[in-house]
């Protein structure tokens, strides 16, 4: 089974702190992403990457950033944490899939709940 | 751009019957994956069942249905026979290429409630 594993499952943080989310993959997956989920809204992605090194914007990136040293550990920081960046974090992962074919879905952590204060 | 809309915020069902959840997707791509994902109170998410563009019957996987209407753009999730178990969050994704990988979109969710 894939598993992805999040470092931590609550956070709390306050205002002006950086923050490292971590998440790392253990079945050699290309993609790796992080979303945001809050009520109402769904999950909307943060950042993306589909390789070491590289990185691709997602529809909310102002705040964050991200690392990718490792193909198997994608990082979430957030620069200079805000009370509205209290949210669930999820990461997730999957094989990269040619011309969109295949039965492959994203595999999710349990999330981090961060409270920034 | 790529959007997913699902516009049943909440939902009740008897146990024991069936349920719709409706998706509807916006796609310029010919080619792309539908996901449905279910979340329960615990939070952790679930893949429930696939359908692919190009895949022409309807994807089943024991009790989840997934209605494809491809000229219509819609791929609504069908729960058969519904147990309280059934209870939580469900989202629909697509999956869509982009020459930098493949890229996930989400719908905002529909909140099942399975009534006794």
């Known amino acids: 089974d894939v598993k992805v594993t999040q470092s931590s499952r609550y956070l709390v943080k306050r205002t002006g702190e950086k923050v490292f989310l971590e998440c790392v993959q253990d079945?050699?997956?290309?993609?790796m992403f992080w979303y945001r989920q809050d009520p109402g809204l769904g999950l909307r992605l943060i950042y993306f990457?589909?390789?070491?090194?590289?990185?691709e914007k997602g529809d909310i990136p102002e705040g964050y950033s991200v690392s990718r040293e490792k193909k198997e550990r994608f990082s979430l920081i957030l620069e200079s944490a805000s009370t509205n960046q209290t949210s669930m974090y999820l990461c997730?992962?999957?094989?990269?899939?040619?011309?969109?074919?295949?039965?492959?879905?994203?595999?999710f952590g349990n999330g981090t709940r961060l409270t920034v204060t | 751009a790529q959007k997913i809309t699902q516009t049943q915020p909440g939902m009740f069902v008897q146990e024991k019957e069936a349920v719709t959840l409706d998706c509807t997707y916006d796609?310029?791509?010919?080619?792309?994956?539908l996901f449905w994902y279910k979340q329960p109170s615990s939070g952790e998410m679930i893949f429930l069942i696939y359908?692919?563009?190009?895949?022409?019957q309807n994807a089943t996987e024991g009790r989840y249905s997934l209605n494809f209407q491809k000229a219509r753009k819609s791929a609504n999730l069908v729960i058969s026979a519904s147990q309280l178990g059934d209870s939580a969050m469900y989202f629909c994704?697509?999956?869509?290429?982009?020459?930098?990988?493949?890229?996930?979109?989400f719908g905002t969710g529909t909140s099942l409630t399975v009534i006794p």
């Open positions: 997730a992962s999957s094989p990269l899939v040619g011309l969109g074919r295949g039965n492959s879905p994203l595999h």
């Open positions: 079945m050699d997956h290309e993609n």
């Open positions: 990457s589909y390789d070491v090194k590289m990185k």
């Open positions: 796609t310029s791509d010919q080619s792309y994956g």
């Open positions: 359908q692919g563009s190009y895949d022409e």
């Open positions: 994704a697509m999956r869509a290429n982009r020459n930098t990988g493949n890229q996930f979109y």
